[in-house]
């Protein structure tokens, strides 16, 4: 039994790729969850970079969906307004995920870009308002009306 668990815990994606996020990111501005909280109030657009899968979990109330992978290369787009506020998270400290996004939301001259590094676990258990989500619904990002 030892055995199986202990292979288990070394062929598991999960492990293979935990690493810590880097505390900043070059031209956004690191932010805690009593701060994430603010930009929620005020309006700001939150960006969970998170496969869709866990994102239907739970997020941040009003968050929109852009997996690192897949859908997020859709904000280098020229025809979004680079002043909208973006708040960009993943999960904790522990996915690099969301400071990559934040990297190339930066280079993509994107002027507000907030790095929420302790992510969707500290919003969660600061119980912040959270939505949960089916597998087809779809948030949609509207940066106009922002």
């Excluded at 603010?38 to 109330?61: K, N, S, Y």
């Excluded at 998270?89 to 302790?118: H, I, K, M, N």
Aim: hydrophobic fraction near 50%; include cysteine; glycine fraction near 6%.
């Amino acid at each position: 039994m030892l055995r199986i668990l202990m292979l288990c815990l070394l062929v598991s994606p999960a492990w293979l790729n935990a690493a810590e996020a880097p505390v900043e990111v070059d031209g956004a501005m690191t932010i805690s969850v009593y701060q994430a909280k603010q930009l929620h109030d005020l309006g700001a657009v939150f960006v969970d970079v998170r496969p869709r899968r866990e994102w239907a979990w739970g997020h941040v109330e009003g968050a929109v969906n852009l997996d690192l992978a897949h859908e997020f290369s859709g904000l280098s787009r020229s025809d979004w307004p680079r002043s909208v506020p973006l708040v960009v998270y993943c999960d904790s400290e522990v996915c690099p995920a969301s400071a990559e996004a934040v990297r190339l939301a930066v280079e993509w001259g994107y002027q507000q870009v907030f790095y929420f590094r302790q992510g969707y676990f500290a919003w969660m258990l600061a119980d912040y308002p959270q939505q949960k989500a089916g597998l087809r619904e779809v948030a949609t990002l509207n940066a106009w009306a922002h």
